[in-house]
């Protein structure tokens, strides 16, 4: 949030925690230039739990209309991959961080 704030002052917002409609909270929803994105933070837990990531976001992208979203994965192995990479899942792109 610290590096995201000044990015976003006074030409956007962000809102942590943002109910959808079905009253689930999204982790991050940033309105900027006139268009909403939608980050979900992970810590990982392993393949499976960062499946689940993901299908959680394409709900959320849903909930909103959009067709892409972020993962952010905060993962602590010693022998982690960081890295970027495009995901598809249920019709929906996922943009994929892991640091």
């Known amino acids: 949030m610290t590096y995201l704030k000044p990015i976003i002052n006074g030409v956007g917002n962000y809102y942590i925690e943002a109910r959808t ?45 959009l067709d892409r979203g972020y993962l952010l994965s905060f993962n602590f192995n010693k022998n982690k991959k960081v890295g970027m990479k495009e995901i598809h ?10 640091v």
């Open 21 to 65: 409609r079905d009253l689930r909270r999204t982790d991050v929803v940033i309105d900027y230039l006139g268009q909403q994105q939608i980050v979900e933070m992970k810590i990982w837990h392993g393949e499976e739990y960062n499946r689940r990531g993901e299908l959680q976001l394409t709900k959320y992208l849903d909930d909103y209309a």
């Open 89 to 98: 899942c249920d019709g929906k792109t996922i943009l994929e961080v892991v």
